[in-house]
């Protein structure tokens, strides 16, 4: 080691089989060193007791140790989905474009790309060009984040919308213009800016597309232009205290992508994501920001510690961020990095056995090192 | 030394603040190029949520080629909107070299159109390609003056740290260069924050 090399190391235990890790580091490194100590002391056909990666390599892959079936001790590589490094920039940086080859109408919607797009659940994408002819496509949802639900297959994807609707047609053939691409750094601050799915007038329960982000006794204002109804949710004109905003508090957080807020107006016009086509330009989506933590009163606070260390997304999967308590609600940077032991395959001569996962079987226990180092050389 | 947090302020209020797509330009996307409809309605929003504005105006001159210059919100652009902007010259953009008197111009300021005084950088928000088009989107932050605001915690402002290589390791072979605050950024008043997107009217070519 000299002057700026960095190591660190850790363990874990895999939850669930086919899981990714996400290791959060205060630097990226150039060199990752696995042990899978569960595999060295069962020895079992697919495991894969050790790994090695170089940021030489190439993102997504490793070499590694192998247990062919027999079961024999072998080597093997994992050319994607295997270990790579990410350090959270600045916004509006982007993935490759893909081409969407089509999309059915349905809700909610599952999008195909002509070759595969490599996502996985959570991932959030932004699509653009969703013209099937200059007057028909699905145009409504470009621009809008959109977070996948789920992935059916290598080239299909889920997302949270109802594109099942008059004014939608579906897109067929690969269209000219019509891509997706990954968000790269979605959360950098939270809770940010939400586009809206649904709002029921019925239960005030709002629909998001991306994780809202949002506690109870949160502070919310909607920004939901005329063309997508509920514009009695908006902040102003208050015709109780005029100058005053209008604004909101999360009564319930019903799942990461549903809120309830307590106080829904009453006879409120029905929310619709029924656009015509021919009002897209210029169209801007419906929107909820968060305006107060749960400090801004006016909502009985009930959520347990008024300063607990933030972990988003708020309702079920949290992970913490890499900052301390705060106040519940509050803004958070959420700057990161660190590197992700992916569930690849291990490839022994060309051929992967996709019983073997690099990110090991449900309770394996792995360690792991991690290194920058002063100097390397190609 | 002042980029570091100009870069993390602007993310925070292109995450954070809500957005008006712009539609009053010609180009057909989503959302369109700068129209001059487009600088009202923000200005418009603004006002009727009472933000406060910035600036008190500009008294009209007897010279040549300029105009009065109305009180005005601040809005951040690129610098590749330049000439879209140039092009609304005649139907309400006034250039900054026609203001009656150019005295209280910031430096990086374009020009104005209505209640609206353009700044310009290149470090300005842009989301490649992200439009219904497949044009770049470009993010124009208007904010009133209550709308925003920057706090030194516990009085620590931005530090500029250099460190020779003889202190920097016991080899004095790399010297450090670097920059320390403790700030936080905040929206006081989300009402009085818009981001104004667009497109452009044709490609640069550049």
């Known amino acids: 080691m000299t002057e700026y090399s960095r190591s660190a190391k850790g363990s874990f235990t895999q939850a669930a089989t086919g899981n990714n890790v996400v290791i959060y580091l205060p630097f990226q490194p150039t060199r990752v060193d696995l042990v899978n100590y569960t595999a060295f002391a069962n020895f079992a056909a697919s495991d894969i007791p050790e790994a090695h990666w170089d940021v030489i390599m190439g993102q997504g892959t490793a070499a590694c140790t192998y247990v062919g079936s027999g079961p024999v001790y072998s080597t093997a590589v994992v050319t994607a989905n295997g270990i790579s490094t990410f350090g959270a920039g600045l916004s509006l940086q982007f993935g490759a474009k893909q081409q969407i080859a089509s999309i059915a109408k349905a809700s909610p919607t599952v999008v195909t790309t002509a070759s595969a797009h490599g996502y996985n659940v959570g991932d959030v994408v932004m699509m653009e060009g969703l013209y099937q002819s200059s007057t028909t496509g699905m145009p409504q949802m470009s621009g809008m984040l959109f977070q996948i639900t789920a992935v059916g297959s290598t080239t299909t994807f889920t997302v949270t919308w109802n594109s099942n609707q008059s004014n939608y047609t579906a897109l067929s053939g690969s269209p000219t213009g019509a891509y997706v691409m990954k968000v790269l750094y979605p959360f950098l601050y939270l809770p940010g800016q939400n586009f809206i799915e649904a709002i029921n007038t019925t239960t005030g329960l709002i629909t998001t597309t991306t994780n809202h982000n949002y506690v109870v006794g949160q502070q919310v204002a909607f920004r939901i232009p005329t063309q997508w109804g509920t514009t009695q949710l908006n902040s102003l004109p208050d015709t109780l205290i005029p100058g005053q905003p209008i604004y909101y508090y999360v009564s319930a957080v019903n799942s990461n992508t549903t809120f309830t807020i307590a106080g829904f107006p009453t006879g409120a016009t029905a929310y619709t994501s029924n656009i015509a086509v021919s009002a897209v330009p210029g169209l801007t989506p419906p929107q909820v920001v968060a305006v107060g933590d749960v400090n801004s009163g006016g909502f009985p606070y009930t959520g347990g510690a008024l300063y607990p260390s933030p972990t988003f997304p708020t309702f079920s999967g949290g992970v913490m961020t890499m900052n301390g308590p705060g106040i519940a609600g509050a803004f958070v940077n959420n700057t990161r990095q660190g590197f992700v032991i992916g569930s690849g395959n291990a490839s022994y001569q060309g051929t992967p056995d996709t019983s073997s996962h690099l990110s090991g079987e449900t309770s394996d226990v792995i360690y792991w090192q991690a290194f920058i180092d002063d100097l390397s050389s190609p | ?206």
């Open chain 2, 1 to 206: 030394m002042r980029q570091a947090e100009d870069l993390i302020l602007r993310d925070y209020i292109i995450s954070a603040a809500s957005e008006i797509n712009a539609g009053g330009g010609t180009n057909g996307d989503n959302p369109t190029n700068l129209g001059v409809s487009d600088f009202s309605l923000v200005a418009t929003t603004l006002d009727t949520n009472n933000a406060y504005k910035f600036t008190s105006g500009i008294e009209g001159m007897d010279r040549f080629g300029t105009g009065p210059v109305r009180s005005a919100y601040f809005m951040l652009s690129s610098t590749e909107l330049q000439t879209d902007m140039d092009g609304l010259t005649g139907s309400g953009f006034l250039s900054q070299w026609n203001y009656p008197t150019n005295s209280s111009a910031l430096p990086s300021e374009f020009g104005s159109v209505f209640n609206i005084r353009i700044l310009t950088s290149s470090e300005a928000p842009v989301a490649r390609g992200a439009s219904a088009n497949n044009n770049d989107v470009y993010y124009n932050t208007v904010t009133g003056k209550q709308g925003v605001t920057h706090i030194n915690q516990d009085g620590f402002s931005m530090n500029l740290i250099y460190r020779d290589p003889y202190y920097s390791g016991m080899l004095a072979q790399n010297a450090t260069l670097a920059v320390k605050f403790a700030q936080a950024q905040a929206l006081t008043q989300d009402t009085a924050v818009r981001n104004l997107l667009c497109t452009r009217l044709s490609n640069l070519g550049v």
